[in-house]
């Protein structure tokens, strides 16, 4: 063979060799670089992962502001609704059976104790009184002659003029006699009684509230179904209030406390009494104490059954602090507030609520001056549940001094 011809195949085999190298590097520098961007598009989706999940864990986390509760400062009053009511009432019924003759005081009269309110005629039982009294004397007359016959026999006996059966007979009969006198006598006093009590008399002093008959209106005695009350009589000098006092502030009503009124139609007014007597029982459904407070109405200002505001200082126990009410959470268990602790994180604490202050309320139990309340709280928050605090915190609202 040609040495040319051999050198320019030997040559023609290097060359192709060098190409098939150079090809099969610029695969392998082109995988290479293939799997080196997508070993970092991994790795920068796991690094967005991951700073997405950190982000999505922050945004999770909820932001709060915090306030404390203020102490409620200076002296307060106490106010609670009342009702007036007269010191005594009561339904004024017939005693007899008639009709009424007339009638002598109508509605908001003013009436002495033992005034006559009422005529009732009653002309069965005016009869059956005439009767009575017949039959009274008829008894009388027939106790007279046995009386008259038994003497005359026991005379006789002394002499056995008459046998012993006989005088038996006569004072036997003599002693019927003057029972029937005694039952004839107690029956013309009932009906006399019975009579007298178609006068109707005002049994103390007060006001007319009611009238409910008229003249020639049928009068059935008593209250029974068939009866109706004539007046309703009431005594408006003094006047008891009756209020229900709260159980934290129980401890603090005591005999003889002053305590003050006012009514919204008459703006401006008071009208003080004093506390007469409380229940000394915490009534288990509401949790008050039943108080009374007389009121004294010699004007006749004051009408019994008005709602009235009763204002009397009494100091709860305990520490008295002021919330805002926007700092409360309302959940089935109760009225609640949540509580940052050292943790940053949620304490719901039951709250016991006093009074209403419009903006604010009074909260007796469940929170500390040191505790750090969320304002505005989601009602998403739940216990122990971890949260951001926001460093700058809206003021708590001014504690009022008097409760209206």
């Known amino acids: ?71 409620v400062a200076g002296e307060s009053q106490l106010v609670l609704p009342a009702t007036i009511e007269a010191y005594v009432q009561s339904p004024i019924y017939a005693r007899t059976n008639g009709y009424l003759k007339a009638w002598y005081k109508d509605i908001g009269s003013r009436v002495k104790k033992g005034e006559l309110l009422a005529e009732i005629d009653t002309p069965e039982v005016d009869q059956q009184l005439v009767q009575a009294r017949a039959d009274l004397a008829t008894a009388k007359a027939n106790a007279q002659l046995a009386a008259i016959t038994a003497t005359r026999y026991q005379d006789l006996i002394k002499t056995d003029s008459v046998s012993k059966q006989e005088v038996d007979n006569a004072v036997g ?5 003057q029972a029937a006198v005694q039952s004839a006598e107690a029956n013309v006093r009932r009906l006399a009684e019975l009579e007298s009590f178609k006068h109707v008399y005002a049994p103390f002093a007060g006001v007319v509230t009611r009238r409910n008959v008229d003249i020639g209106y049928l009068i059935n005695a008593g209250s029974s179904a068939s009866g109706k009350e004539m007046f309703d009589l ?29 009514l919204t139609e008459s703006p401006g007014q008071t009208y003080c009494g004093q506390v007469v007597r409380t229940a000394d029982a915490i009534d288990p459904t509401t949790r008050t104490l ?77 929170l500390t ?12 928050l739940e216990e122990g549940e971890s949260v951001v605090v926001k460093t700058a915190a809206p003021p708590a609202s001014p504690s009022p001094n008097h409760a209206q």
């Open 290 to 366: 039943l108080t009374e407070v007389d009121v004294p109405n010699p004007s006749g200002a004051l009408m019994p059954g008005a709602y009235a505001e009763l204002h009397f200082a009494a100091e709860p126990a305990g520490k008295r602090l002021s919330l805002p009410i926007n700092a409360l959470l309302f959940r089935p268990q109760g009225t609640m507030a949540a509580v940052v602790g050292s943790d940053n994180r949620i304490s719901l604490h039951r709250l016991t609520i006093g009074r209403d202050f419009g903006s604010s309320v009074e909260v007796l139990e469940g």
């Open 173 to 177: 009969d003599n002693a019927a006699k």
């Open 369 to 380: 001056l040191q505790d750090a309340v969320v304002i505005n709280p989601p009602d998403s």
């Open 1 to 71: 063979m040609n040495p040319m011809l051999k050198d320019e195949q030997h040559q023609q085999a290097t060359s192709q060799q060098h190409r098939t190298r150079r090809a099969v590097g610029v695969l392998v520098a082109t995988a290479f670089i293939l799997l080196a961007i997508a070993l970092l598009s991994i790795a920068q989706r796991r690094a967005e992962r991951r700073v997405l999940a950190k982000q999505t864990e922050a945004m999770a986390v909820p932001y709060v502001s915090l306030i404390h509760a203020t102490a």
């Open 234 to 262: 009431a005594q408006t000098d003094p006047l008891r209030v009756y209020v229900s006092v709260p159980q934290t502030y129980s401890a603090s009503i005591r005999r003889g406390q002053k305590a003050c009124l006012q």
